[in-house]
């Protein structure tokens, strides 16, 4: 569907041949025309600019070299972070490409040089979470020489920078909205983010529940998640159209499909059982405007005015918390509330899964994967959703030996998950108590430990860059010198003996 459109607002066409069981043939055809000769993008005086970068992989160095090349720069390659940290140190490189998970290795090594410094430019992969202080510049991949070309021309490209201020929202405080979805964190997050309208929100968790209450009410909008234990979003999306026989409210009544599974051509396929349009979860406030202002009537819709929410972050293992606040345009108060939910739902949702697996009940299994699946898209548990996903899989294939083997693995991942969010919660709260005497408490090393073991890149990465904000001289930064040494040389056993010790010292008595 997307590269329909994007072939007919070229002028061109799109054809298939396909022939089952042995595959399909797309044929594009756009017609070209070329003028003259133009630059996509261009880096002023290129010869001027030293650019150094680090990837290990032979094709993404290739591709990230092209990309160089072609905007007249002559870069030098390090195959490791050792030929890296000895290029930066020597002082004759204008910027420093590097993975994220680097960052804070490379802003370290350049922190004690007096001039020569490089510019750190993160390279940062989807669904990662992009470093923000510190001087350091981050760029998306793929990375294309547009990106490079606006990074060393000092350019602002909006394509690499998230913002937390609201886009676009407007007031709908004369609204009533209704969400159906079997999950509970999934009913959190569209509560929240639907009252950030100002919009008046009921909800339910079934098909069966979601038809008595549209019967009984007057919303002007649904959002129907499409796939619930017993009665899916469609059937009962079809059952509400039928009322419209007596009542011309009921066929009129917008309907959004709320989906974790958006393909291509699911559009048209919730629009042939009656909904209007669909909402891919996790729930992305641009496109939930974009959805509101379509749907509601005009005079529902007013301009909003500021209205200021509580900023803050925390670490928790086998979670982007950024990626999580970023879905809610950065409530950490609403955050926090959703987290709860979801360790809440998590139990009940283990419980069904093993009990549906068990019963052999695998459509109800895969309904229940799929459900925690989307919530934990919501919280950023991104490689966690992506396990789910892998079973539901599994699931719709009808691959019972894969369920066998990988759901108890999938269950106790899970059960590792929910533990880390209820001991951040707990941390987070605690932190939140002023204390007059600060100690290596609120430092979390019990979790930093963890991520260590686990050899969680991401979260040890976020965690240092958390200490270095810490003072020099005071007595918290200089107990955790010694540990950031010896992560920075990769010694990570170390690393854990020595947070071992400073917890065996802060423990009463």
């Known amino acids: 569907v997307i590269s329909e459109s994007l072939c007919h607002a070229m002028g061109g066409t799109i054809d298939v041949e396909s022939e089952y069981g042995k595959g399909s043939v797309f044929t594009l055809t756009i017609p070209q025309s070329c003028d003259e000769y133009q630059k996509l993008a261009e880096v002023l005086d290129p010869r001027k600019k030293r650019v150094l970068f680090m990837e290990e992989n032979a094709v993404k160095a290739s591709s990230l070299r092209y990309a160089f090349t072609g905007l007249g720069i002559s870069p030098f390659h390090a195959e490791n972070f050792d030929i890296f940290r000895e290029e930066l140190k020597r002082g004759v490189h204008d910027y420093a490409f590097t993975a994220s998970k680097y960052a804070v290795e490379s802003v370290r090594c350049i922190s004690d040089m007096k001039r020569g410094k490089p510019q750190i430019v993160a390279m940062v992969d989807m669904g990662d979470t992009a470093i923000y202080g510190y001087g350091i510049k981050n760029i998306l991949r793929p990375i294309y020489c547009v990106d490079v070309a606006n990074i060393l021309n000092g350019v602002v490209d909006e ?44 909800t339910c968790m ?29 059937e009962a999306t079809k059952i509400i159209r039928a009322l419209g026989e007596n009542d011309p409210y009921f066929t009129a009544l917008p309907i959004i499909a709320l989906t974790a599974n958006a393909v291509s ?133 009808g691959e019972r030996a894969a369920l066998d083997e990988k759901t108890e693995e999938f269950l106790l991942t899970l059960q590792t998950l929910t533990a880390n969010i209820k001991g951040a919660l707990l941390s987070g709260d605690t932190a939140e108590t002023p204390c007059v005497e600060p100690d290596t408490a609120h430092l979390h090393l019990d979790s930093l430990k963890e991520a260590l073991i686990d050899m969680d890149a991401g979260t040890i990465n976020d965690m240092l860059l958390k200490y270095m904000e810490l003072s020099d001289g005071t007595k918290i930064r200089e107990s955790i010198r010694e540990i950031e040494q010896h992560i920075l040389s990769f010694e990570y056993d170390k690393a854990i003996e020595k947070i071992d010790g400073i917890l065996r010292q802060s423990e009463p008595g």
């Not at 008595?212 to 979003?233: N, Q, S, T």
């Open 159 to 202: 394509r690499n920078v998230v913002t937390d201020k609201k886009q676009g929202l407007f007031s709908a405080s004369s609204a009533v909205a209704l969400v159906a979805d079997d999950v509970s964190t999934n009913l959190r997050v569209s509560k929240e983010l639907l009252q950030l309208y100002g919009m008046e929100v009921h």
């Open 206 to 234: 079934s098909g069966a529940e979601a038809i008595e209450l549209v019967a009984a009410k007057r919303y002007d909008i649904v959002f129907m998640d499409h796939m619930m234990p017993g009665m899916d979003g469609t």
């Open 265 to 397: 051509g699911a559009r048209e396929i919730f629009l042939e059982n009656g909904m209007n349009d669909f909402l891919s979860k996790p729930i992305e406030i641009q496109r939930l405007t974009e959805i509101l202002k379509k749907w509601l009537p005009g005079e529902k819709q007013a301009e909003a005015g500021d209205s200021p929410q509580e900023q803050g972050t925390f670490t928790i293992p086998g979670v982007s918390v950024d990626i999580g606040l970023r879905h809610i345009e950065w409530n950490m108060r609403m955050y926090k509330e959703i987290l709860r939910d979801f360790c809440a739902d998590a139990s009940e949702c283990a419980d069904r899964i093993r009990e549906n697996l068990r019963a052999g009940n695998i459509q109800e299994y895969r309904v229940s994967v799929h459900g925690i699946k989307g919530a934990a898209r919501s919280i950023g548990a991104v490689e966690f959703a992506r396990f789910a996903q892998e079973l539901e899989d599994a699931a719709k294939a």
